[in-house]
């Protein structure tokens, strides 16, 4: 069994990534989660504070000085950092064309979702030298096929899918650098109290998926603590699907 890690997760204070801190924390890891949203994140500290193994860091990915003083603060908190899983991510919330798309939210979304990543991978990558840790992208399948007018956040994904691969290379052996690209995993009730509901799911939401059913956070967290520990030693570079089969299933409109 591996030792407790010291993990940081980017964007943990909702949906994937906090379903990724629950998980880390209920085996005993230690957990510093950032996001930009402070409401969620003082609500995380007041469901996962007493521990003594978790702290909430308020922190915008997209400017370098506030990820540089959040890898800080966690290693002043923790010591050393043992893993990093890049979470934090937005959709555009802009539906129309491509011709309407404008520049500016293409840029946040790319900005948030893959330039967030590459910031707190620069810096925390001299504390997981020093341990030997690992990264977890969270992409998207998206990355790998896409609706129509999703241009930004498909790119952001694929971005990650990319720089997941030369990170591996620049950052080995020292660091294993590995994805997940999630497929329709129901958040609702990961959500911040305020936006929080009950799942609203049809049956033929989970029957289209080959395992039966629409995938909750845990189904990530799962993948993302096996990749950031030492029984995932070999592995570095790869993307792993957790979609519930569904980007293995052809679909023919009828």
């Not at 994805?179 to 289209?208: F, M, Y």
């Not at 629409?214 to 990530?220: I, L």
């Not at 570095?236 to 052809?250: A, L």
Request: glycine content about 10%; aromatic content about 6%; proline content about 4%.
């Amino acid at each position: 069994m591996d030792e407790s890690k010291v993990v940081l997760i980017t964007g943990g204070a909702q949906g994937i990534g906090k379903g990724i801190a629950r998980y880390l924390l209920e085996r005993g890891d230690a957990v510093t989660i950032t996001d930009i949203d402070a409401e969620a994140g003082r609500e995380c500290t007041a469901e996962f504070g007493d521990s003594g193994l978790f702290v909430f860091i308020e922190t915008d990915v997209r400017r370098e000085e506030a990820v540089a003083a959040s890898i800080q603060e966690a290693i002043a908190r923790f010591g050393r950092l043992d893993g990093l899983v890049n979470n934090a991510g937005l959709a555009s919330p802009h539906r129309g064309s491509l011709e309407e798309l404008p520049l500016g939210e293409w840029q946040r979304v790319i900005d948030t979702n893959l330039t967030g990543a590459f910031l707190t991978a620069k810096h925390a990558a001299p504390h997981l030298r020093r341990t030997r840790g690992a990264i977890v992208n969270i992409a998207s399948t998206r990355a790998l096929q896409s609706e129509a007018d999703t241009e930004a956040y498909s790119a952001s994904k694929g971005g990650l899918l990319a720089l997941t691969h030369a990170m591996a290379v620049s950052l080995g052996p020292d660091i294993r650098v590995n994805c997940i690209s999630p497929g329709w995993i129901d958040v609702s009730e990961w959500k911040k109290r305020s936006e929080r509901h009950p799942a609203d799911l049809r049956e033929v939401d989970h029957t289209q998926h080959p395992v039966g059913r629409v995938g909750v956070p845990p189904d990530v967290a799962a993948m993302a603590a096996f990749l950031l520990g030492e029984e995932a030693g070999f592995i570095t570079g790869q993307n792993f699907v957790v979609d519930g089969g569904m980007t293995r299933k052809m679909i023919y409109e009828e």
